[in-house]
């Protein structure tokens, strides 16, 4: 079974970076697209990033276009999602998620427990 780990999140001055890693385990982390959500207090999770199995193509959302880099490293079955210039309204429980493609749009299956990022002001 597929299980994913967040890591990576903490506390980090305005303007700042931090790189947060989710590590995929019972199967191949190529065989599904993955991507970052993330959820603010009192907030729905939003989307964030999204980069298909190979790598080869990524999204992210208008609010961090610009700031956040995804990336992936399959020989180590592992995603990443570069954030910079981080703001205080970047501040959330970041979760990373696998999946598949459906209709043109990515399905989401498999979601680690989350990685808390508070940025101050």
């Known amino acids: 079974q597929v299980q994913l780990l967040e890591s990576g999140g903490g506390l980090v001055q305005a303007g700042g970076s931090l790189r947060l890693s989710c590590v995929v385990s019972g199967r191949p982390a190529s065989s599904y697209v993955m991507g970052w959500f993330r959820q603010a207090p009192g907030k729905e999770r939003e989307f964030v990033a999204a980069?298909?199995?190979?790598?080869?193509?990524?999204n992210s959302a208008d609010s961090v276009k610009g700031r956040f880099i995804i990336s992936r490293d399959n020989t180590k079955n592992t995603m990443y999602l570069q954030m910079n210039s981080l703001e205080p309204h970047d501040t959330a429980v970041y979760y990373c998620?696998?999946?598949?493609?459906?209709?043109?749009?990515?399905?989401?299956?498999?979601w680690g427990q989350g990685t808390q990022v508070t940025v101050s002001s």
């Open positions: 980069i298909s199995g190979s790598g080869g193509t990524t």
């Open positions: 998620a696998a999946g598949s493609v459906a209709n043109m749009r990515y399905e989401y299956r498999y």
